[in-house]
């Protein structure tokens, strides 16, 4: 067909006549064709089975529309018409049926069956045939419409179901005017309630947790508001019967209506989340932040601290430093001017120079103790090993007692009572340190007031163990301490002062250097009356030597000056007089530290006293020759029987191995010599 | 006397010759120089501070005794460190004398030293044979 371009084009049907008799498919055909000036192209069939074949498998699809006689050689329309249809529930196209049969009743069953119209031959005419299959087009049509909205309807729902589903959104239905409420199944369990039935709208108002009821409330009936939006959005609470609490955030829109004239709530949704987890999860991020920014106080607090202790630190070394300085300094000078002041004193005639010389001496001294001190205070605490122990405490006092009279108050006295024959096994700066902190707190302790007396004395005494100690204390007649400052006074970086250098540890130093020593130290004090500080500490063990050992003598001849120094020391220590000379008739006991032993010699003097004994460093022994049972070089001497009298060491032996072997021997020859 | 301090060897030096215990040959701060000059005139003892700032004062006792061993090398120190001591004793020092010492008693210990004694402060005796003992 050709369509002229300024002409709307003529519409053309495609219609399947399924009519068995000729005259009744030319009377159809005849009437289509006057009915309208629409085109038509016809297609016949004669039986039922021809004309669903010629529907259902025509090249060029569906017809536009059908006639179908009702009455067929093989079937009947109520059978051809389940034939065509789709699996949508429509006929493939439109049908009419065209019915001879003058029974009324057929034409509800044709339509039920699926038709779209019917029309009777006796009464069809051209118009009303024409409008029959315009009809049934149309209706058609609408009806295939009709269903694809269905289906795309159906689709959505699900989709939301799924959707909803997937969120745990549980959605409750509200009915207003019956004031009832139905949850699906996620509602119902968020609530705590039943699913599928309608409950009252009260059940899901009892589930509210009471102290978010008020809130709940308010913002409810401002929902219920039909001037408002109906909105309602919150995040509360809700208690189950088992008492369990669960946190939701609902959302409920309400839709408005007219309720007896008046507008108001008809109908609502609310659909529901539970949070509680989320709000768990809230909760535990808040403490942690919280925690985090305690942590970071605390450590800011701590680092403040740490950085002020670091500068404390260096200050306090480079004091250290310059004190070191000094006191060396101080000791160059104060040597010129001893030597001096001996050359003075040996040249003065006057007893007033001499005095005045005396006077100077004294001066010196204390000058000379001061610098001393200074340099013990200056001496790292670190290192034990950097001054000798405290062996005479006497003396050590007389030389620190300057440095600790300077760390007194003015109005402070200090009194030092330390006996004679005292030692302690401690490093000297050591226990300066600890005594000088002690008596600085005591002097601080009574800066305020008009006067006072710190006392510095020594006792000997013996620890629980039976060991012997020397008990130091430092006291003094202050304020004392209250029982909660006893009790964390040597904690370090605790202080209850505010002075220019002040660490807190001096206490914690005080406690450290007793520890290295191996001794403890104790606080008493009583508010009111004073306090006291009692350092006990290892006692030394001075030599018992006593003068009886004037009868000893000892030989050392040692080509070493090392060792010839360290015998010499040693026996020096013992109170054993020496000589460099070897005199085979010596009194008492003789001891030789011989490096080559002639044997002559070694058979002269051994064999003169039973009681002698004799240490031999010989540079030429083998050591090792020795402790597999080697010869001596002096062997076949006729000095075997003299073997256990001598003790052969290795040369450059040990200071330690040097004095045993002294000791051992005197022992060996007078045992009572050496005292205990 | 090997010492940078001016002071005390001058006192030194005005004390022996007063006191005419020993015969005072000279003085030098410089341990380098020194050593030079001491095995030129051989005194019988040297007296040659531990410590001397930018000098090598041990070097001074190892050269000395191995070149001058007719010379009796005694060290002078302010401190009295075992290791300090030690060394000066296994490196060749016929003495360690400590500079707080009264100057009689540093005298003395100088004539002994001179004599061909091993000499050791008192002060220092102690410290030295107890970490000694320590050190076996």
């Known amino acids: 067909m050709k369509s002229d371009a300024s002409v709307a084009p003529v519409p053309m049907w495609r219609v399947v006549i399924i009519e068995d008799s000729p005259e009744d498919r030319d009377e159809l055909r005849r009437l289509l064709l006057k009915g309208s000036d629409r085109r038509y192209q016809f297609v016949e069939a004669q039986t039922g089975a021809a004309g669903v074949r010629a529907v259902l498998e025509d090249p060029d699809g569906p017809p536009d529309c059908v006639l179908l006689d009702y009455t067929l050689p093989d079937i009947d329309a109520l059978e051809v018409l389940p034939a065509v249809i789709g699996p949508d529930g429509l006929t493939i196209c439109p049908f009419v049926v065209v019915t001879g049969i003058a029974d009324m009743r057929l034409g509800p069953a044709v339509l039920r069956a699926g038709a779209q119209d019917f029309i009777g031959k006796d009464w069809m005419t051209a118009e009303s045939l024409t409008r029959a299959i315009e009809n049934a087009a149309e209706r058609w049509a609408m009806t295939r419409e009709l269903q694809a909205r269905a289906a795309a309807l159906k689709a959505g729902q699900h989709q939301l179901q799924l959707a909803v589903e997937l969120a745990g959104l549980g959605v409750t239905r509200i009915d207003y005017c019956t004031n009832t409420v139905v949850l699906d199944s996620i509602a119902a369990e968020l609530f705590g309630l039943q699913a599928g039935v309608p409950l009252p709208r009260s059940a899901i108002d009892d589930t509210f947790h009471p102290d978010d009821a008020a809130e709940i409330s308010r913002l409810m009936n401002h929902s219920l508001d039909p001037a408002g939006d109906g909105c309602f959005v919150m995040e509360h609470r809700v208690v189950h019967g088992d008492g369990s609490i669960r946190w939701q955030s609902v959302k409920k829109q309400v839709v408005f209506g007219d309720v007896g004239g008046v507008r108001g709530p008809v109908a609502g949704i609310l659909a529901a989340v539970d949070i509680t987890e989320r709000k768990a999860a809230e909760r535990e991020l808040a403490r942690h932040r919280e925690d985090l920014q305690r942590e970071v106080e605390t450590r800011t607090a701590e680092l403040a601290a740490s950085t002020v202790a670091l500068h404390t630190s260096e200050r306090l070394a480079a004091l250290g430093t310059l004190a070191a300085g000094l006191g060396h300094d101080i000791a160059n000078l104060t040597m010129p001017i001893r030597t001096r002041l001996e050359l003075l004193n040996a040249a003065c005639t006057t007893d007033g120079a001499r005095e005045d010389l005396a006077a100077i001496r004294e001066a010196l001294d204390h000058l000379s103790n001061l610098s001393a001190g200074m340099r013990l205070m200056a001496i790292d605490p670190e290192r034990g090993e950097a001054s000798p122990p405290a062996a005479d405490l006497k003396l050590w006092c007389v030389e620190t007692s300057q440095i600790f009279r300077a760390a007194l108050p003015r109005q402070i006295q200090l009194k030092c009572d330390v006996p004679g024959g005292l030692g302690v096994n401690i490093p000297r700066h050591w226990l300066a340190q600890a005594v000088f902190n002690l008596v600085q707190n005591a002097g601080e302790a009574m800066a305020a007031r008009p006067a006072g007396t710190v006392r510095v004395t020594a006792e000997a005494a013996t620890s629980d163990a039976g060991a012997p100690v020397v008990k130091v204390q430092v006291s003094d007649d202050g304020p004392g301490m209250s029982a909660e400052v006893v009790a964390r006074c040597f904690e370090p970086y605790f202080s209850t002062k505010g002075r220019a250098i002040c660490t807190g540890m001096g206490l914690g130093m005080v406690r450290g250097i007793v520890d290295s020593a191996g001794g403890t130290v104790a606080v008493r004090s009583v508010p009111g009356e004073g306090t006291t500080f009692t350092l006990t500490l290892p006692a030394v063990v001075s030599g018992q030597a006593a003068h009886a050992n004037a009868a000893l003598m000892a030989a050392v001849t040692v080509k070493s000056q090392r060792e010839a120094a360290l015998a010499m020391m040693f026996l020096g220590q013992l109170k054993v007089r020496t000589s460099r000379h070897l005199e085979p008739s010596v009194p008492e006991v003789s001891l030789w530290v011989v490096e080559r032993p002639d044997p002559a010699l070694l058979r002269a003097y051994l064999g003169h006293d039973r009681e002698r004994r004799v240490v031999v460093l010989d540079r030429g022994f083998d050591s090792a020759a020795s402790d597999t049972g080697g010869q001596k070089p002096w062997d076949g001497q006729g000095l075997n029987d003299l073997n256990a009298r001598m003790t052969v060491l290795s040369p450059s032996p040990s200071p330690g191995e040097l004095r045993n072997a002294i000791t051992q021997a005197i022992r060996a020859s007078a045992p009572t010599a050496l005292g205990t | ?136």
């Open chain 2, 1 to 136: 006397m090997v010492d940078d301090n001016t002071l005390a060897a001058a006192a030194m030096e005005q004390y022996f010759s007063r006191t005419g215990l020993l015969r005072w040959l000279g003085w030098c701060p410089d341990p380098a120089a020194a050593v030079q000059t001491i095995i030129q005139i051989r005194p019988d003892v040297v007296l040659l501070d531990v410590e001397i700032p930018g000098a090598d004062c041990f070097a001074a006792l190892r050269m000395l005794t191995d070149q001058c061993p007719d010379s009796r090398v005694v060290m002078f120190s302010g401190h009295t460190q075992f290791a300090l001591i030690d060394r000066a004793f296994q490196e060749g020092a016929a003495g360690y004398i400590i500079k707080d010492d009264p100057t009689a008693t540093i005298a003395q210990l100088l004539i002994d030293a001179a004599g061909g004694e091993c000499v050791l402060s008192p002060t220092a005796s102690a410290s030295y044979l107890r970490e000694g003992g320590n050190s076996a």
